[in-house]
């Protein structure tokens, strides 16, 4: 399939799936999202798709959507959106115009699997030119708190720019590359809003939360404090500025699959300074808001912009 | 730490932390649970707990836990069970008597995190004599769908018994080791019970549910029926009986933790006949309520037999 297709004249973006063996199945299930290509019209469904929103927490989609509905003039009195795959409580996921917006759970395996299927999803409703951003949380280093830190390369634990997937037992390389050009567009969002500090570094993706992530607080911990901060420097000379969980499988598969693609994580800490989020309730919520009013910001500026031309 | 202790004359297991970083924290806050040192009475609230089940999906942990108060005669009529996590949407968590239930997510990072909190939470419980149990779902390899089996070895991809902890970016190779007399005590409340097949066999944990698995009919794929077949059944000539995301990182975080633990999940469906679980709502629920039925036959002897003497 060619990268870019010409369809009545005008340059359209579609995705890829990467599997002959999906064509001769009859019928398609979506098991994690209680969804299948024979129970349910995918393309009436899901068609007019062009942006999808993806973070861990399924409370947190629920409320971009609710959010990106205010902002785009979408929602009605008392409007309620439903979740679209309530029939399972794996993921749950959230539609309001073009914006989907999806949980994906926890660390690389979870987001893996959400991502199958999404792929699969917008592949089946004929989907074209859809751009997908992750909206998550991160700690930082180096970076005030509350900083929105918008991933040029995603990492792995030294710091190289890929990620590792395991097929029939041997592992295969696969890049972890974004699209520049999107990060500097939200960049720009964040200076447009002027709201809180945004800036473009490297994240490290990691397996695991506390000895993954070098924290002296976890059940298990065979290191210093020295040998801590010395990781976390060397990430730092590696242009590492936050650390999270999902990034680097996003990556690769959204590349793979020819999806524009963003990863934009506000920081909770500054993990040179500590391990435990002490901030309060209040602080780390409206932490949390930030990617989401940076992104609303630039899918609002985006759909205007789809308008003029 | 002795593994076992002498207290009152009786022999007590206690839970390690491999941690002693920890004793220098005046608070530690167990972020993902929404719970803490300072703001809650950890002993009051879980010093009593002998047996914790774990499974992925919170609604599973939830409906287990009304299972086993009825089973053990501890609900009342109209019983409720608040969701003692219910300040976050990371995991969920109830407790009946010394039955605590907690929901992990999907994959090895989201039930990592979980266990290194559960840990930290029984460690500062001062609990003693726990044992853990995943109650969960699989795909087997040559077994009936609805078999539920116990876990003899995690295995990788490549079949050996270990899990690879990445830690200041170096892997550290742990055991996956179980407790084989919990594992046989758990066959026998399955011969006890006599309402389904249960095995005992190995379980092969993944880091992706598609391509990891050999599965044809995720986005991707870049192999065939032949070589699925292939992979499955040297799997199979390795003792693998069935395929899950979660089973090394637990038995390792359980062993590391002096933390008697097993594995117990039911197949629902034989990978060597196909990829999709098409069987029908009904179908699938029954098989999922199995495992629960094989712990809580367990609990209750546990309990009666702790009773008598």
Redesign the interface.
């Known amino acids: 399939m060619p990268l870019d297709e010409e369809k009545n004249g005008a340059c359209v973006r579609s995705i890829y ?6 064509d001769s ?1 009859t ?3 979506l ?2 999202f209680n969804l299948g290509t024979s129970t349910h019209d995918l393309p009436a469904m899901f068609g007019d798709v062009k942006f999808v929103c993806v973070g ?4 947190r989609m629920k409320s971009f959507t609710e959010y990106i509905a205010k902002e785009l003039g979408l929602s009605g009195t008392n409007a309620e959106y439903p979740n679209i795959c309530a029939g399972t ?2 993921y749950a996921m959230y539609k309001v115009g073009p914006v989907l917006s999806v949980s994906h ?6 987001i ?2 959400m ?3 999404l ?2 999803l917008l ?1 089946h409703s004929r989907c074209t030119d859809v751009t997908v951003v992750r909206i998550g949380t991160s700690g930082g280093i180096g970076l005030k708190p509350g900083t929105v830190l918008i991933t040029k390369q995603s990492v792995d ?3 190289q720019p890929r990620f590792e ?5 041997k592992p295969v390389v696969r890049s972890t590359e974004l699209d520049g050009e999107l990060a500097e567009e939200l960049l720009q969002c964040g200076k447009d809003l002027a709201e809180f500090d945004t800036v473009i570094g490297n994240t490290m993706c ?7 992530q ?1 924290r ?8 210093s ?1 020295e ?2 901060q010395r ?1 976390l420097a ?1 990430a730092y000379a590696a242009g590492v500025r936050n650390i999270e ?1 999902e990034s680097s499988v996003f990556a690769a ?1 959204c590349k ?2 020819n999806l524009r693609a963003a990863v934009v994580c506000v920081t909770l800490l500054d993990r040179l300074k500590g391990d ?3 901030s309060s309730h209040d602080v780390l919520k409206n932490y949390q808001e930030r990617p989401q009013a940076l992104v609303g910001h630039y899918i609002k500026k985006k759909l205007k912009d789809s308008k003029k031309s």
């Open positions: 799936v990467n599997n002959p063996h999906l199945m019928d398609d299930i098991y994690h861990g927490s399924p409370w409580d794996r759970g926890m660390g690389i395996p979870s893996s699997i991502l199958h299927e792929i699969k592949y634990s030294v710091f997937q395991i097929i029939l037992g990691t397996l695991d939360f506390y000895e993954g070098a002296l607080d976890g059940a298990f911990c065979s290191y404090e040998d801590k990781y060397e969980m598969m793979l699959s435990q989020l002490t």
